[in-house]
């Protein structure tokens, strides 16, 4: 049995330690989607209670930035996992550029929605004494688009976290990517966050639109 | 320290019901404890360590055999607890006629009662027996919870919505009347008395009572002090759906959906009228929410249905009221949205 | 991997590898990091029963003469969180279950063994945080968070609390994890899945109740900081919200949560019984079946704590029909530990007698459930004292006798001391007629109709109070007495060897305590209840006498 530099005990076989990575991410993903899935709950039941005062209320969010940012989050998502295929094809430094890419790509998504963010509340957009719509649906479609993409922000930046320490570990060491499941595991998260957003760019700025 | 209880009054209907199912119930658990408890000890002390008791394995048939028989027999009594109490109990009977309705509103800390004709209390409320009761339920604050341990009943009192209690005082006498919903600092001193009398006792209870305006009268001042007049009266100039008749009719919003004008529906119409805006008209009503406080909307509320020939203390028959039972999903307020 | 020269000195043991502070504060090593919870669980066990021995003794008279009103919420809060949170549901699985899984599936350490370190830090963190707030601030929501009054009304540091007990989640989640993935992935050769220890099954039932329904609680409690901290209208009825969809999101964490309270124990209990018992446990794949039946119906029977809440009718017959269904394999099991005595050589060790204790506390609990499950009598009976005897009947007669018995059982192999066997015995029955004389008059005066929660109360109540207050003094010597001579035992007790029982799970053939890497040589795989023929451990009776 060779030693390899990316073994870790308690595991004495880097294929068992990779799958085993892979199923804790796989786990971990299903915690992190019924996360979300109590937010998704909430909108839902509200949603449900006022559709009128919901449509009405989407369709003030800027769907211009919400596309740009499906768009940038999509081309990540298709980055990382071009890294993941280089890394196995032994193309170590292409794969290193492609993870690279994503990170970018993440850090441009979070600068994107900083902007919307910062003409949502120009346009009093927050739920309060100043919000812009009137009636009880909006300020309650309003809550829950802060708190959906805030939660979604604070995964992307965990993931960017991630990335960024992968990014460094493999610097001097590219084989670092094929080895030991971390670029897998990491791919994995990101491909999630991606996915929550899928869903939550119909949610929050496709109803209401969807009448002309 | 006074004298120790071991026996719950049943006062309402309702209790005698549920120590049926209670004791039953009861009944079924202590057989079962017993058998166990029965079971552990001899076994405890047959195959204690040195007896000469029998030991062999036993064959694997019969182990199946016992595993399925237990697992069916459980199922069986499970489903037989359920059938007998919860299937005749949730789906209860009708309303019953002539119903006393009382408003009752809950706030930190107190219970505040109104009768049909303005008779009010706090932390107390007089009731004649064997007289169907219809408590129509909301609080101003937090969460309460209506407990009355001698009619078996309770139940949560939401803010912004109404809840329905329905129930017949069977004895005469004092009860406790608790919080049973934790509610802040004082929950534990948000009680009262509950005064079931004689049906005579109780009408010269009401008489004695300093009448305060009934909830219809109360309702038709607020309509003036709101100016509600002023868009909705039928003379008004303004283009605004008009209200006589309104009540219990089927009313068409705006967004297509058809719903029936009941409490809710009034209840949030005026707090959020811009949720449900009728068809055909502007949505140029304002909010009350915050204006109209819970006892003012049930005061409209009462007036209105005054305008459409119905008393308040007639009680309803297009919204069932489950016998102890939580109101049913019409009531709850954001419904209106639809 | 194993050096093949002869070892010039013994291998040192898991509690000799190492001995800075720092070496236990940055272990991997999933036994020092199941010590480390056992220290961190028993503080918080400590501070919650503090809280409540001041409630029992203020409930001794009607009237509220010791503390004031808000002292007693803010008390009676304090002990709901901290026993739920911070004792009940990481107990069994971050002691025993961080400690024995990798030891009884043939392991070295769990599969993430630097998250499961992590998970001790955020627990702690979180826990602390939270305590430190409850304790400078005050909450007095009471352990459930019911909006509105946590959101608009309470004046508590409920923002600050909320934040800390979500922290902690996430520690229950990644411990869920990691067990998943070590039972999956690190089961020595010929381990099978029906061989594993019932421990283990439980361990991973409760796992998969952690990894699911954890997240639920963290975002619900997320969206109460939001509603208090940004004032959104989330829960806030007066604004259209629906404080009702908070107690849906709420249970549906809460009352699984019971179950990653008592599943442990039913792990635990399994192995005392089939090894005190001498037998091998009856009906091992119902066993199975029946933990697994638990975790899933689990999920599905929240809406039995919202019976009076004005939730509808029809929701109601559905939630009350799933709980009685949930009550059957918890009742399979109840009649298979019972028949795993049928024709054994029992041994009335003090692990056997909490796990007797943890039986029938578990059936009085169970079937008081029925009562719960059953509609009309549940409006009667929630939110008053019925409920609180009920859960408690539950939640720390069964798992708290079952946390002790586990503690005695595994005692011997955690620290290589046997404990000293007849003040254990005495220990475990005291802790048994205490518990009962404490929670037994709860139901009854929870019939009678006497609200939970309540600082003052109708003086009629008061002789119940009185007992059980006289009990909860009996529980609190009970539990106070262990601490005294196991810690007596680390100094002087007898050296356990091996396997002072005889018993038959991998960890037994560990040394006691076991090294660092848990296996000197590798473990021989086999049914782990081959107790027959049925000799008796000889040794462990002797120190009784």
């Given at each position: 049995m060779t030693a390899s530099p990316f073994l870790r005990p308690p595991w004495d076989n880097l294929n068992r330690q990779h799958q085993a990575v892979s199923l804790g991410m796989w786990i971990f993903l299903v915690s992190e989607i019924l996360l979300f899935a109590g937010l998704f709950a909430g909108y839902g039941v509200y949603r449900h209670l006022y559709p009128a005062s919901f449509a009405k209320a989407s369709a003030q969010t800027d769907i211009v930035f919400g596309t740009v940012n499906t768009a940038i989050l999509m081309t990540s998502s298709l980055s990382i996992a071009l890294a993941g295929g280089l890394a196995r094809a032994?193309?170590?430094?292409?794969?290193?550029?492609?993870?690279?890419?994503?990170?970018?790509?993440?850090?441009?998504?979070?600068?994107v929605k900083g902007f919307e963010y910062r003409e949502d509340i120009d346009k009093h957009l927050f739920p309060g004494p100043q919000f812009a719509l009137g009636g009880t649906g909006p300020a309650l479609f309003f809550s829950f688009y802060w708190i959906m993409t805030g939660v979604h922000a604070a995964h992307v930046s965990g993931g960017l976290a991630a990335i960024a320490r992968l990014l460094i570990a493999s610097r001097n060491e590219p084989a670092w990517l094929s080895g030991g499941g971390s670029e897998e595991a990491t791919a994995l998260y990101w491909h999630l966050v991606d996915v929550i957003w899928i869903v939550l760019y119909p949610l929050l700025y496709l109803n209401g639109r969807t009448h002309g | 320290m006074t004298g120790m209880r071991l026996s719950l009054p049943e006062a309402s209907g309702n209790a005698r019901l549920v120590d049926t199912a209670f004791f039953t119930v009861f009944g079924i658990a202590a057989v079962i404890f017993v058998a166990l408890f029965i079971l552990l000890v001899v076994f405890s002390i047959r195959y204690r360590r040195g007896t000469r008791a029998r030991r062999g394995p036993l064959p694997s048939l019969l182990r199946r055999e016992i595993e399925i028989g237990w697992t069916t027999a459980t199922t069986f009594v499970a489903?037989?607890?359920?059938?007998?109490?919860?299937?005749?109990?949730?789906?209860?009977?009708?309303?019953?006629?002539?119903?006393?309705?009382?408003?009752?509103?809950?706030?930190?800390?107190?219970?505040?009662?109104?009768?049909?004709?303005?008779?009010?209390?706090?932390?107390?409320?007089?009731?004649?027996?064997?007289?169907?009761?219809?408590?129509?339920?909301?609080?101003?604050?937090?969460?309460?919870?209506?407990?009355?341990?001698?009619?078996?009943?309770?139940?949560?009192?939401?803010?912004?919505?109404?809840?329905v209690l329905a129930f017949t005082p069977t004895r005469i006498g004092d009860f406790h009347l608790f919080c049973a919903e934790f509610c802040g600092t004082q929950h534990s001193r948000m009680t009262g008395d509950i005064v079931v009398m004689t049906q005579p006792d109780y009408a010269g209870w009401v008489r004695r009572q300093p009448h305060g305006d009934n909830l219809v009268r109360q309702g038709e001042a607020l309509f003036a002090k709101f100016g509600c007049g002023a868009c909705h009266a039928p003379e008004s100039q303004v283009h605004a759906p008009k209200l006589a008749g309104l009540y219990g009719t089927r009313v068409t919003l705006a967004d297509g959906r058809r719903l029936t004008a009941d409490d809710a529906y009034l209840r949030n119409a005026i707090l959020h009228p811009r949720d449900g805006t009728v068809a055909g008209y502007a949505p140029i009503m304002p909010d009350y929410a915050g204006v109209a406080g819970p006892a003012d909307i049930d005061a409209l509320i009462a007036y209105l249905k005054s305008q459409s020939g119905l008393k308040s203390q007639s009680g309803l028959k297009s919204q069932s009221s489950p016998k102890s039972q939580s109101s049913p999903k019409s009531q709850s307020s954001p419904q209106a949205d639809r | 991997m194993t050096d093949a020269a002869l070892p010039a000195r013994p291998v040192p043991d898991y509690l000799h590898h190492g001995h800075t502070i720092w070496s236990w504060l940055s272990t991997t090593d999933h036994k020092r990091i199941g010590i480390l919870f056992a220290v961190s669980i028993t503080l918080f066990f400590t501070i919650g029963a503090v809280a409540i021995a001041v409630v029992r003794l203020e409930l001794l008279t009607p009237a509220g003469d010791l503390v004031s009103d808000d002292t007693y919420n803010k008390l009676f809060t304090l002990h709901g969180i901290v026993m739920v949170w911070f004792f009940l549901v990481p107990s069994i699985p971050v002691t025993f279950g961080n400690f024995l899984l990798p030891l009884m599936i043939g392991a070295k350490d769990l599969a993430f063994p630097r998250i499961n370190l992590l998970s001790w830090y955020l627990y702690l963190g979180g826990a602390a945080f939270t305590v430190a707030t409850i304790i400078a601030g005050g909450v007095d929501t009471g352990w459930t968070f019911y909006t509105p009054y946590s959101t608009m009304f309470s004046n508590g540091a409920v923002l600050t609390a909320v934040a800390g007990v979500i922290v902690v989640g996430f520690s229950s989640v990644m411990t869920g994890v990691n067990f998943i993935a070590t039972t999956h992935m690190l089961r020595a050769p010929g381990m099978t899945w029906f061989r594993l220890p019932l421990f283990v099954w439980a361990m991973y039932a409760t796992s998969l109740v952690m990894v699911l329904a954890t997240p639920v609680l963290a975002m619900t409690l997320l969206l109460i900081m939001a509603e208090r901290w940004f004032e959104l209208p989330i829960f806030d009825p007066s604004r259209g919200g629906d404080p009702l969809l908070f107690q849906h999101l709420f249970w549906f964490y809460s009352h699984p949560a019971v179950y990653i309270m008592v599943l442990p124990a039913m792990g635990v209990a399994s192995e005392i019984i089939a090894c005190f018992a001498r037998r091998r446990l009856f009906g091992y794949a119902f066993m199975v079946y029946a933990l697994i039946g638990i975790a899933?119906?689990?999920?599905?029977?929240?809406?039995?704590?919202?019976?009076?809440?004005?939730?509808?009718?029809?929701?109601?017959?559905?939630?009350?029909?799933?709980?009685?269904?949930?009550?059957?394999?918890?009742?399979?099991?109840?009649?298979?530990w019972t028949a795993t005595l049928y024709r054994g050589s029992i041994v009335f060790t003090a692990p056997m007698l909490y796990a007797f204790s943890f039986l029938g506390l578990f059936t009085i609990g169970g079937l008081t459930g029925l009562f719960l499950a059953t509609v009309p009598i549940d409006i009667h009976v929630t939110d008053t004292y019925f409920v609180v005897a009920h859960f408690h009947y539950i939640m720390v007669g069964a798992s708290v006798s079952a946390f002790f018995g586990g503690l005695h059982f595994w005692w011997p192999k955690i620290t290589g001391r046997l404990y000293p066997e007849l003040w254990a015995r005495f220990a475990a029955v005291l802790m048994f007629f205490g518990f009962n004389?404490?929670?037994?008059?709860?139901?009854?005066?929870?019939?009678?109709?006497?609200?939970?929660?309540?600082?003052?109360?109708?003086?009629?109540?008061?002789?119940?109070?009185?007992?059980?207050?006289?009990?909860?003094?009996?529980?609190?010597?009970?539990?106070?007495?262990?601490?005294?001579?196991?810690?007596?035992?680390?100094?002087?007790?007898?050296?356990?060897?091996?396997?002072?029982?005889?018993?038959?799970?991998?960890?037994?053939?560990?040394?006691?305590?076991?090294?660092?890497?848990?296996?000197?040589?590798?473990?021989?795989?086999?049914?782990?209840?081959?107790?027959?023929?049925?000799?008796?451990?000889?040794?462990?009776?002797?120190?009784?006498?």
């Open positions: 032994r193309l170590p430094r292409l794969a290193w550029y492609c993870l690279l890419a994503t990170l970018v790509l993440g850090a441009a998504f979070l600068v | 489903i037989f607890i359920f059938w007998w109490f919860v299937g005749g109990f949730t789906l209860p009977p009708r309303a019953a006629p002539n119903q006393l309705e009382i408003h009752v509103v809950a706030k930190q800390w107190m219970w505040k009662a109104e009768h049909p004709d303005g008779a009010r209390e706090i932390d107390a409320l007089h009731l004649p027996v064997n007289t169907p009761i219809r408590l129509v339920m909301t609080s101003e604050d937090v969460i309460h919870s209506f407990f009355v341990p001698a009619f078996r009943l309770k139940q949560d009192v939401l803010p912004a919505r109404s809840e | 899933v119906i689990g999920f599905f029977v929240w809406g039995h704590h919202m019976f009076v809440s004005g939730q509808s009718p029809y929701a109601n017959v559905v939630f009350s029909f799933l709980s009685f269904m949930v009550a059957v394999p918890s009742a399979i099991k109840v009649f298979n004389l404490t929670f037994f008059p709860q139901f009854v005066m929870g019939y009678l109709g006497m609200p939970r929660r309540y600082h003052v109360y109708p003086p009629e109540f008061q002789v119940y109070h009185v007992l059980s207050t006289g009990g909860a003094a009996l529980l609190g010597g009970a539990y106070l007495m262990p601490l005294a001579y196991l810690v007596w035992s680390l100094f002087y007790g007898r050296r356990a060897g091996a396997n002072p029982w005889e018993a038959q799970g991998l960890e037994w053939q560990a040394p006691s305590p076991p090294p660092h890497d848990n296996f000197l040589t590798p473990p021989r795989v086999g049914d782990p209840y081959d107790y027959h023929p049925p000799e008796g451990p000889a040794a462990l009776m002797d120190d009784a006498a």
